[in-house]
């Protein structure tokens, strides 16, 4: 049987995410042969341009970017699958244009031919594409037999619980949930799909998974950028739309879900849904007892000074935007029950990392007690030194009986080397060959608004805490956490990332 074409749809192809991300996941895909003959790309944007101008463009992006050596013959196959057409996205009028490039592309009928839509553009723009694509049925509900048609959405999936609501109903008018494709690039991060089978697939630690010996967990996605090119969107969302909303909820709901009965999409999803339904709701005051948000204002960053927020490009000057968020939640359920939960989250923070820290009970044996034995932890690192430590105590050498507590280390790369898939070469595969095990459902998007619409409410029109840019945080976080006689831990280096650097280097 003859393969179906497939016609590739970027809205927003001239963005910082399809140069950054996108186009190196193709050329990574074109590479591994995951790109079928009569697959094509057409890359859409409001600006105008050729077909060679835009290759080009993209073969220089592709050259920066991508995180392998780029073969040249394997970039002319990828740069000549790509097609750019110029659209207005709210001209309705001009999606006339857009099909006929398809038909083109295609050899027929659009609807003869796989068809993937990726909006890598604002969610207010989500609305005219859809609509524009069911009025000339370039969108359409799939039907067995017939060749697929899936829609791919960027975080953060509307602005608050109200506004994605809004846009699934609209968005679900076309697409069926199958067809649906809602992107957190965290879920195809090594690490992340690694907790999976840290704690389902060994015996030592999910028996102790639960609030019998676990103290606490912290969750830290630290960036030491500020907001780059991105002033305008950044000045809107603010980082507890931008990140804890989404990244750091999928985190937190992987590393405190129950077993699921299998590893297919719906049984993940199902159990991650009820980890969500079950953090304890919160009201507008006590969120403000919870809750930390931050500003940074100028410091110093690995030698070099840097602006405050409100001095960078297109950020209002009396912006009340957060960049810094640090908050406690807690679970109520029976495996986490009085169990807390620290997220916190920044830019211009002292060091970028990503890391999940679990920190075990301090019930020491009665031969211990006066000892110099701290807490067990594991800490998972996602970014950028991927892998996972897990620390002990131990005796020192000598006569004397004194304790230290040390780590046992395990490097990813290291073990399986640096060329692992990147997370948007997973997530664009997984869309072809329709597996939804990395992407959110709707009921996940929903829960997560529940909890945040109430947070972002409670904070309305009050300025956020200053913070140093190259620090971490305001100290207003810290007492957060230190009012439970808690303390933040790290991020810190392992001993195994003087071995990574060189090879990065190689």
Same mark, same amino acid.
């Given at each position: ?150 829609? #791919? ?41 690694? %907790? ?40 809107? +969302? ?21 077993? @699921? ?26 969120? +403000? ?39 406690? %939640? ?9 169990? @807390? ?36 932890? #594991?800490?998972?690192?996602?970014? @950028? ?46 869309? #072809? ?21 109430? %947070? ?17 945080? @305001? ?19 392992? +001993? ?11």
């Amino acid at each position: 049987m003859k393969e179906h074409n497939c016609i590739f749809s970027v809205f927003g192809a001239t963005g910082d995410l399809a140069n950054r991300k996108l186009l190196p996941a193709l050329y990574y895909l074109e590479q591994e042969g995951y790109l079928k003959e009569g697959f094509k790309i057409v890359a859409i944007a409001r600006k105008e341009k050729t077909d060679g101008q835009y290759r080009e463009e993209a073969a220089d992006s592709i050259k920066k970017f991508s995180k392998r050596k780029v073969k040249d013959d394997v970039l002319k196959k990828l740069v000549l699958r790509i097609y750019y057409h110029r659209l207005e996205f709210s001209d309705s009028a001009a999606y006339i244009g857009l099909k006929e490039v398809i038909e083109k592309l295609a050899g027929g009928k659009c609807t003869k031919c796989d068809r993937i839509f990726y909006l890598a553009v604002p969610s207010y723009f989500f609305g005219a594409i859809i609509n524009s694509l069911k009025r000339l049925k370039l969108a359409e509900r799939e039907r067995p037999g017939r060749p697929y048609n899936r829609v #791919m959405f960027e975080k953060p999936f509307g602005h608050g619980l109200k506004s994605a609501r809004e846009l699934n109903s609209v968005i679900t008018k076309v697409f069926a949930e199958s067809q649906i494709y809602r992107i957190d690039h965290y879920m195809a991060k090594e690490l992340v799909q690694n %907790l999976i089978v840290l704690r389902f697939a060994n015996g030592i630690f999910e028996p102790l998974w639960n609030k019998e010996y676990i103290d606490h967990v912290q969750i830290t996605v630290a960036e030491s950028l500020g907001v780059e090119s991105r002033g305008e969107y950044y000045d809107n +969302a603010g980082a507890v739309r931008d990140v804890m909303q989404n990244h750091m909820m999928q985190l937190l709901t992987l590393v405190a879900m129950s077993a @699921p009965k299998s590893l297919n999409a719906d049984d993940l999803r199902s159990e991650k849904v009820r980890v969500l339904e079950a953090i304890a709701k919160m009201s507008k005051k006590n969120a +403000a007892k919870a809750a930390v948000l931050g500003q940074y204002s100028h410091g110093e960053i690995n030698g070099k000074k840097v602006i405050s927020y409100t001095d960078e490009e297109e950020v209002s000057k009396d912006s009340k935007t957060e960049t810094y968020a640090a908050l406690k %939640l807690e679970i109520s359920n029976e495996m986490w029950k009085g169990v @807390p939960f620290y997220l916190r989250t920044g830019k211009r923070l002292k060091e970028r990392a990503t890391e999940i820290v679990i920190v075990y009970k301090n019930d020491l044996s009665r031969l211990f007690q006066n000892s110099d034995a701290v807490n067990n932890m #594991m800490v998972i690192r996602v970014q @950028p030194y991927e892998g996972i430590t897990l620390q002990f105590n131990a005796k020192v050498p000598g006569n004397k009986v004194l304790i230290d507590n040390v780590n046992m280390d395990f490097c990813h790369e290291c073990k399986f080397g640096p060329n692992s898939p990147e997370a948007y070469e997973r997530l664009l595969y997984d869309v #072809m060959i329709g597996d939804h095990t990395l992407f959110t459902s709707w009921e996940e998007v929903e829960n997560a608004w529940h909890i945040f619409d109430i %947070l972002i409410g409670a904070f309305k029109g009050k300025k956020p805490h200053k913070y140093g840019a190259g620090t971490w945080g @305001p100290e207003e976080a810290d007492k957060l956490i230190q009012g439970d006689g808690r303390k933040w831990i790290g991020p810190s280096k392992p +001993a195994y990332a003087e071995q990574l650097e060189k090879m990065y280097k190689q």
